[in-house]
């Protein structure tokens, strides 16, 4: 069994920046990734980590913006978030994957398993 606890979610201005934590714990990891929920709004991939060979994937609408990043001595999943826009208002869930489902790609929902209560971030 896998649990996994986000951190650092909160309010900022635009432009701002936030990090995001996530603390694994439990079985070997395939692969994690950060995703969001906004309002009305289907879960959609923010970013994802493949943690063993540490291979990234962004969405369009974060690249150049977010950070994923690990720390494996921790079994902690990051999300550095700079320049901030009203748009990434949502709640952001961290994610897992112990089955190596590799023929799911890492951005899709149904890749990961394990799921997170979520971190609100909001800004405004």
């Known amino acids: 069994h896998v649990q996994l606890v986000e951190s650092g979610g909160g309010s900022v201005q635009p432009g701002g920046s936030l990090r995001l934590s996530c603390a694994a714990s439990?079985?070997?990891?395939?692969?994690m990734g950060w995703f969001r929920q906004a309002p009305g709004k289907e879960r959609e991939a923010v970013a994802t980590i493949y943690t063993g060979a540490g291979g990234t994937y962004y969405a369009d609408s974060v690249k150049g913006r977010f950070t994923v990043s690990q720390d494996k001595a921790k079994n902690t999943l990051y999300l550095q978030m700079n320049s901030l826009k009203p748009e990434d208002t949502a709640m952001y869930y961290c994610?897992?994957?112990?089955?190596?489902?590799?023929?799911?790609?890492?951005?899709?929902?149904?890749?990961?398993?394990?799921w997170g209560q979520g971190t609100q971030v909001t800004v405004s």
């Open positions: 994610a897992a994957d112990t089955r190596d489902w590799w023929w799911i790609l890492p951005l899709t929902p149904s890749r990961y398993n394990y």
């Open positions: 439990g079985l070997s990891l395939s692969c």
